[in-house]
C-alpha cells in the first residue's frame, strides 16, 4: 500500500502568522519574543524549502514532459534543467544538479518527509540527510524508511544531525543490507583527489578514500611525525606541521621549505610586483593572494636553487586594465589563447558558479560565425558548457566592464537572464616605471 500526503502552498492565514512573528524583530521586544521570532522564522524556512522543492520537481517535470512529446532524444529530457535550477537558487550547475535530485525525492518518493519540512519540523538539511542515506534503495524501500522516520513527529524530534543519519542507516540496512553493501562498493569508485582555497593563501588538499587506507594514510604520517618530534627533529614545529610537511614531501619526492617542484600561476600587476604596490595577487582558480605574500613566494622561488619563477608578461590598456586581445582563426582555442581566457576569466564563468575552467567555449557559436577570438571566448567548466548547449540556451556578449573584459549575459529557456562580469585585472605602472624598476631590480640582484 501505498502512503500519500495531500500537498498544497501554506495558507493565508499561516502567512500572516509567520510575518506577524517577524515583525517583532523589528518592533524590539522581549527576549522571550524574539526567541518566539526565531522560532517562527525557522519554521518559515522550513515551509519555504518545502514549496520550493515542489515548485522545482513540478517545472523539471514539466519540461521533462514536453520534450518527451516533441519527439527529442531521451537524453535530452533533462539536459540544462539543473543549470537552470542552480542559476534561480544563485548556485552552481553541480549544487543545482543536487537540489533538482533531493526535490524530485521528496515529491514523488518521500511525502511523509515533505510534510514534515511542510509542518516546519523539518529543516532542508536534515531531509538532504534522509534522502542521501536512502539512495540506494528501492522506492519502496525508502518509502518505508520515509513512514517510519518521519509519519510521526516525534521520531526525529530532538534528534542531532548524527543520529538522524544513524536512523536512516539503521532502517535502511534492515529493510536491504545487500544494497547497502552494493552501495559501500560503489563508493570506492568515487575515491578522488582535489584542492580548494581556504584563508590567508592557504589550500585543502583532500583525498576521498575508502576508510582503511584513509585510516592508513593518517595514521603512517602520524606516527612517523610522533617519531620526528621524539627524537628532537622536529626543528621547532608542531606535529601537525610535521605531518603536513610528510605529507607534501612523500608526494612530491621535493622538501617542503624548498616549495613546489611544479608551476603554480601566480598573477600580479608590474607595480605590485616590482614598486611595492598593495594590489592583491590572484591564483586563477583558487584564491586571491596579498601583494606582499606574492612577492615574497616570488623572491623564495628565485633564491631557491634549483627551483625558480619564470616571468609570462600580458600587456592591458593603461586606462582600464582590459587585456589586449588575442585571435585565432582555428574553432578549437590554441594553447596560448585559452591561456589567456584562463588568466582573465579564472574560474567558470556562469553566475554563482566558481569550478575551475575546462573548457574554453565560444559566446557566438562557432557554427553561427563566431570568431575563436578572446572577445568571443570564455571559460566554463565542464557542466556548464555541455547545459549551454541544451535547446533554448544562448549567450551574448552585451557589454565591456569598468574593470576590464567584457559581460556575458547567459539566456535560459524560461527567458531568465543572468549576467557575468569578470574579475578585475590588476592595472599595469606607465612602461617607463616599469623599464625603471626593472632596472633596479637587476642592479640590486647583481650587486647581492
Known sequence: MNDTVELHPPSVDEIRLFTARLGLVEDGGSAREGIDAVTAIEALKCVGAATQAVVTAGVAASVRADRRDRGLPRKQWDLGIAS?????????HRRGGTYLGLARALVHEMPYTLQSMREGRLSEYRAMLLVRETAHL???????????LCADASTLEGKGD???VALAVAAAVELDAAAVVRRNARAAAQRRVSVRPAPDFMGYATA???????????????????????????EGRTRDQVMADLLFERVTGGDA????PVAVQLVMSDESLLAGGDEAAHVPGYCMVPAEVARRAVADRIDGGSVGATLRRLYAVP?????TAMDSTARVFPAGLGHYIDVRDRACRTPWCDAPIRHHDHIRPFRFGGPTTAENGMGLCAACNYAKDAEGWEAQRVVEHVDGGHIVRFRTPTGHTYDSAPPAVPLPLPTTMVETQLYELLVQRRAG
Open 84 to 92: 537552470q535550477v542552480g542559476l534561480a537558487r544563485r548556485e552552481s
Open 138 to 148: 528501492t522506492v519502496a524501500d525508502r518509502r518505508e524508511v520515509d513512514r517510519r
Open 162 to 164: 548524527k543520529q538522524v
Open 208 to 234: 576521498l578514500l575508502p576508510m582503511d587506507k584513509a585510516v592508513c594514510v593518517y595514521a603512517t604520517l602520524r606516527r612517523d611525525a610522533d617519531a620526528l618530534v621524539a627524537a628532537g627533529r622536529a
Open 257 to 260: 621549505a624548498a616549495g613546489p
Open 319 to 323: 586606462s582600464t586594465g582590459q587585456l
